[in-house]
């Protein structure tokens, strides 16, 4: 995201989307407001003795955020002002705001926005500098270090995540299969007995643009061996990369996935996610690709969520174990913040604290040691997600460089990946070599963005 675009964005923002930082007291009272137009909710303090807080998430996220806020509150008599909502729209809000210094004190970040947003250390403090407040040791190094960006620890990591297949077991019995796809064979396989005995509008996976570009670079590394940036170079040739579109396009070809056409004119599109859509409710799109926290998300949203299942990794080829880990989400606090020591104090409590107990998985599998020991003797540890944080950390061989989920190329729509998918899918290119001399060309020149600052 250009800071011209950025500063345009914020310029439309209403004014009061996003609340200012406050000093830490014991008096304010809240109230709370929902936007009709997009769903999403702040709570603004009309009293001295504030902080501010903002986040992304589902609704259960949302519940474990304001259950912990208030115990806060209690113990502390500071108040904390909210600002939530859904992931769509999100990131162009939050660099919005940065830019235009209106940013909460306390955000819930994505670890990319640290070398995005704030490469040269400008936007969030260096958390180094409170750890008489936060107990910095909770954490391993290198989760710490990953979030370190301009020699500043920029965010705390929340939890380390990846990407693992979920499965609506109750579907893939009524086709007659039995066990969970573990092979690219097993996939195939499920796509044609979909399709035979449930019946055109029936499919064994539903993958929208960015989670086949995500599943396309675990078969490049299981096929190739290698990662997909080293050293902020794509290590992919244009017909590597080809083979890897190739592999996305055949499992449309052998309906294991709907194409974008058809999950579009049901609605699902990159402002719709596929929890939401009939399709997932009703069992008709039996399988996702998602992060090991979204267990909970995709399992509450059944119909009949007694079939939902965690899968296995699926290794696609014989070079290594495909994909990727990565730091999910951080906390960090903004520069503008001007009470840092109480916002310190909001984070310790969430991650390492009683907060970590009420909280629970919602945002992963705590990465604080005594945060995850809260929450387990909180019994506030999903069993789902830890099962599935468990698989993916076992197996990916690779860590996500952190411009994979740079705006321009993740954006919905007008990324790359969205660009190049979408058009594959809709058939607007010639072939795959084509597709795929677009996507290197893309993530090329977001690499030499990232490189310049």
Not at 62 to 70: I, V
Not at 73 to 93: C, F, L, N, P, R
Not at 255 to 269: C, E, F, K, W
Not at 289 to 301: I, P, R, V
Request: proline letters at 2%; glycine letters at 12%; charged letters at 20%.
């Amino acid at each position: 995201m250009k800071k011209a675009i950025a500063l345009a964005l914020a310029g439309v923002m209403s004014v009061g989307l996003l609340a200012g930082c406050g000093s830490t007291g014991n008096s304010s009272s809240a109230s709370t407001g929902t936007d009709a137009a997009t769903g999403e909710t702040s709570t603004t303090s009309s009293g001295a003795g504030s902080l501010s807080i903002s986040w992304w998430g589902g609704d259960s996220r949302h519940t474990a955020y304001q259950n912990a806020l208030a115990a806060f509150t209690e113990e502390t008599g500071i108040q904390v002002d909210t600002h939530y909502g859904a992931w769509s729209g999100w990131e162009d809000q939050t660099s919005a705001a940065l830019y235009s210094g209106n940013a909460e004190d306390v955000m819930q970040v994505n670890w990319n926005w640290l070398s995005q947003y704030s490469g040269d250390g400008s936007k969030f403090v260096d958390l180094n500098e409170y750890s008489d407040i936060i107990d910095l040791s909770q954490f391993p190094q290198s989760t710490l270090d990953a979030c370190t960006v301009a020699g500043k620890l920029q965010a705390l990591p929340v939890s380390m995540t990846g990407r693992i297949f979920y499965w609506n077991m109750n579907t893939f019995k009524e086709a007659g299969i039995e066990e969970v796809p573990s092979t690219l064979d097993d996939l195939y396989a499920a796509g044609e007995a979909f399709k035979t005995k449930l019946g055109d509008d029936y499919y064994p996976l539903a993958m929208g643009e960015y989670d086949r570009m995500l599943l396309m670079t675990f078969y490049l590394e299981s096929t190739y061996g290698k990662p997909w940036v080293e050293d902020n170079t794509l290590q992919y040739t244009v017909e590597e990369i080809a083979t890897g579109i190739d592999f996305i396009q055949s499992l449309e070809d052998n309906h294991v996935i709907p194409s974008l056409q058809t999950m579009n004119a049901a609605g699902i599109d990159g402002n719709n996610s596929i929890d939401k859509s009939e399709q997932w409710i009703n069992g008709m799109y039996a399988g996702i690709f998602e992060w090991d926290s979204s267990a909970t998300k995709y399992k509450g949203s059944l119909a009949d969520p007694s079939g939902f299942t965690v899968g296995n990794e699926i290794k696609f080829g014989d070079k290594a174990n495909g994909g990727f880990s990565k730091v999910s989400m951080g906390l960090a606090i903004t520069e503008t913040c001007q009470d840092k020591e109480a916002a310190a104090q909001l984070i310790n409590f969430l991650l390492n604290g009683d907060g970590a107990g009420i909280m629970g998985s919602e945002c992963g599998i705590p990465n604080s040691a005594s945060g995850l020991a809260a929450a387990e003797a909180a019994g506030a540890v999903d069993e789902l997600v830890l099962e599935a944080n468990t698989k993916v950390m076992q197996f990916v061989d690779f860590q996500l460089d952190p411009t994979y989920e740079s705006n321009d190329l993740k954006a919905n729509p007008g990324g790359v990946y969205t660009d190049v998918f979408g058009g594959y899918s809709y058939g607007e290119y010639t072939d795959s070599t084509e597709a795929a001399t677009d996507l290197y060309d893309g993530v090329t020149e977001a690499l030499e963005d990232a490189a310049k600052g």
